[in-house]
């Protein structure tokens, strides 16, 4: 079965960190954490994130 990258419905604000979590076979929660560390470091995280939003389909 091909994997697709989508939003998940088991979701905390949009389901962007569920999906990748399930398409890269890894916890949600460290992709939140990594998307964190980008807003404080970088602050690009939040832009990211609100760009996946709108990018990646519901499921």
């Known amino acids: 079965m091909q994997k697709k990258l989508q939003r998940s419905n088991d979701s905390k604000i949009f389901g962007v ?3 990748l979590g ?3 076979d890894i916890d949600p929660t460290i992709i939140r954490i990594v998307f ?3 807003l404080v470091t970088f602050g ?3 832009l990211l994130y ?3 939003a ?3 389909p519901k499921p």
Request: charged share 5%; glycine share 16%.
């Open 17 to 19: 960190c569920g999906g």
């Open 22 to 24: 399930e398409y890269f």
């Open 36 to 38: 964190l560390v980008a």
């Open 44 to 46: 690009t995280g939040l």
């Open 50 to 52: 609100l760009i996946l």
């Open 54 to 56: 709108l990018v990646m």
